[in-house]
Each structure stands twice: as C-alpha cells, then as structure tokens.
C-alpha cells in the first residue's frame, strides 16, 4: 500500500466483509458515503513525515460520520480546516441518527475540543499539521438499536478480533506511510491499540480523551492535554494561543 488514499481504501473494503452481531445494529461506513470530504482530509493534510500521530479510537456520531473526518464537528472541519465536500448516506441509517453531512446541525464535543484547541495553540490549520496527524484506528460507527454509540471494545469478541485485525495492519501501513517520531493515543483504547501495533519501534503516549462521558475533560480539557503532550516532550508553540475552551 502506496499512500494514504490506498490504505483507507484497503481498510474500507476489508472490513466491508464482515458482519456484526448484537449488541451491533447498525454499522456507519464513512469512508464509503463520506469519501469525498475524507480524500480531501488526506490528500490536504496526511504528506510529511516525521510528525506527531494522533489517534482516535472510531467516529462519533456528530463528528466523523457526518464529515469523513477524524473528530469532524462540522463547524471545525469546515471552517478551519477548510474542507467540505457531498456526503451521501449509509446503506442503512438509524433514524435517530440520521448523516446530514455538513448540514448537520449539532456540534460534536469531542470534535470542538480538540480542533477548537488546535485553533488557538496553533493557529492555523498549517501550522498545526506541519508538525502533528490526527487519524482515526476504526473508521466504523457501530450504532446499538435505540440509536446508542457502541465503541469497538463493546464488540462481541470474534468479531471485534477480525476488525482489529484488519486496523492493525492499515495502522502498520499508515505509520510506514507518515515515519512519525511518536504516536499519541487519545484515550487510553486508542494508546493500547498504537502499543501493541508498533511495539517497541516508537514511543507511544497518550492524551485525556476530550468525549462529554469524562469528568476530567470536563474539568478542562485543554490544559489536561497539554499537560501531558509536555510531559511527553511535545513542543507547543506559544504564538496563537488564546483562552482554552472547555
């Protein structure tokens, strides 16, 4: 696998092929109906080596399943980021959940958190990702019948066996592809995920996930991050920085 581009093409098929059972109801795949705005993420933001690897653990609802991109809040991929595109819709839509792409009118918190803190720490959009990537480990949203988010780890465990062997091996191509220097989990799933992908071969940390469910988040993500991004010897620059968010 050649780029980028390649390997989420590879991914989306492979994991196309297979089924899941309950608590499973319904699986989102926006790198099939989302693929426009998710190229576009990839081929503006993914070339360089040598950066920060963020990564997620799989889209939310409100995020990455309306935009095609990692922690996609509308407003922040849009606006800052500079990337909008057609969203179809899934094969099989929860009603509750409905993709709207970017007409979706509710803001997801994760999403505003981070990119929000980009915003302010780095500037702009090129600054920050001259230095660091965010991707996400699964790019499925795996929805619970009442229209619940069910996160990869609540999978019944042959099947969520076989999808993690088929995201860690396109996260093994992806690092081939970026040469990070380190990666950073966000959360600790997402952390152990990176570990036992690439072992000994980088060092791998983690940040405070920015999800609503965290009462630390809540408390302040922001300043928890950066706290431990410095105590990983992450730079930060100073230029551009204004008051946290929440």
Known sequence: MSDLLTIATELDRRLAELSFSEP????????????????AYLERYGRGVGRVLWLGMNPGPFGMAQTGVPFGEVAAVRDWLGIEGPVEKPAVEH?????????????????????GWAA?????????????FIANYCPLLFLHATGRNLTPDKLAR????????????????????????????VGNWAEGRAKAVVGNALPVGRVLHPSPASPAANRG????????????????PTQGKKKHRP
Do not use: N
């Open 95 to 115: 009603p509750k959940r409905p993709i709207d792409g970017f007409a979706c009118a509710r803001s997801e918190v994760s999403g505003a958190r981070l990119w």
């Open 221 to 236: 993500w922001a300043a928890a991050a950066e706290k431990q991004l410095l105590a990983q010897g992450i730079h930060l």
């Open 120 to 132: 302010e720490r780095f500037g702009t959009a090129e600054a920050f990702f001259a230095d660091h």
């Open 158 to 185: 042959t099947e969520r066996t076989q999808m993690l062997a088929h995201c860690d091996r396109a996260l093994a191509a992806m690092i081939d592809v970026l040469q990070p220097r380190r990666v950073v989990g």
């Open 24 to 39: 499973v109801a319904f699986v989102y795949r926006p790198l099939q109906y989302a693929w426009a705005p998710h190229a």
